[in-house]
């Protein structure tokens, strides 16, 4: 028997998935949490063996999730289960120790497979995430940033416009732009503050 948390801070959701699960022989939900730390807790308390996680969540959100249980119940395979799925959403999930990554559009049978899978260790992506995830591996330079782009993007961080960091380092500002659009690109973020945050993550940042 499969055992199988469900972690999202929806009751609704926690409610709809239980029911999903509630006519599979194999599966029995152990329980549910609203939260991240919830979410820890009640997986290493009720030996969980899949951890259908939800990837936003307020106080602790599930990538921290899943990084705290690799290290505290390595044994616990962790499922994400969202809405979100861009480049920056999937990579910082699967480098936390995710096995799988799942939108929540995806049909109830597909789920239960998906848990299945899981609890065998095999890896279960969404199509669109495999395509992010090749994506990645196909771009050599993806997540390197120049010395310029580095440059530009601690300035960035430190509260400069594009006017400003063009002066800064004696440049165009249009050439601001191209960099920046350089540093989303490789960072996988759409925005300034998400490039910061994830340059901060990578320690590209002091």
């Known amino acids: 028997m499969i055992r199988l948390l469900i972690v999202d801070d929806h009751p609704i959701v926690r409610g709809g998935l239980r029911d999903t699960f509630a006519e599979a022989e194999d599966?029995?939900?152990?329980?549910?949490?609203?939260?991240?730390?919830?979410?820890?807790?009640?997986?290493?308390?009720?030996?969980?063996?899949?951890?259908?996680?939800?990837?936003?969540?307020?106080g602790m959100d599930g990538v921290a999730a899943t990084a705290i249980l690799r290290e505290r119940a390595p044994s616990a395979r962790v499922l994400i289960l969202t809405t979100f799925d861009s480049e920056s959403d999937v990579l910082p999930a699967i480098e936390a120790g995710a096995i799988g990554y799942l939108l929540k559009d995806a049909l109830p049978e597909e789920l239960m497979r998906a848990v299945r899978a899981a609890a065998r260790g095999e890896s279960v992506l969404a199509p669109s995430v495999t395509k992010h995830l090749m994506g990645?591996?196909?771009?050599?330079?993806?997540?390197?940033?120049?010395?310029?782009?580095?440059?530009?993007?601690?300035?960035v961080a430190n509260g400069s416009s594009n006017r400003e960091a063009a002066i800064a380092l004696f440049?165009?500002?249009?050439?601001?732009?191209?960099?920046?659009?350089?540093?989303?690109?490789?960072l996988g973020v759409r925005d300034r503050a998400s490039a910061v945050a994830e340059g901060y993550r990578r320690r590209l940042l002091t």
Do not use: C, F, N, W
Request: glycine share 8%.
């Open 136 to 155: 990645q591996v196909r771009r050599p330079s993806a997540g390197t940033l120049t010395d310029r782009e580095k440059e530009v993007l601690q300035l």
């Open 171 to 186: 440049i165009g500002e249009a050439s601001i732009k191209t960099h920046l659009q350089h540093i989303y690109d490789k």
């Open 27 to 58: 599966i029995v939900v152990v329980g549910e949490a609203g939260d991240g730390v919830e979410g820890v807790e009640h997986a290493t308390a009720l030996a969980a063996d899949v951890v259908l996680m939800d990837l936003r969540m307020p």
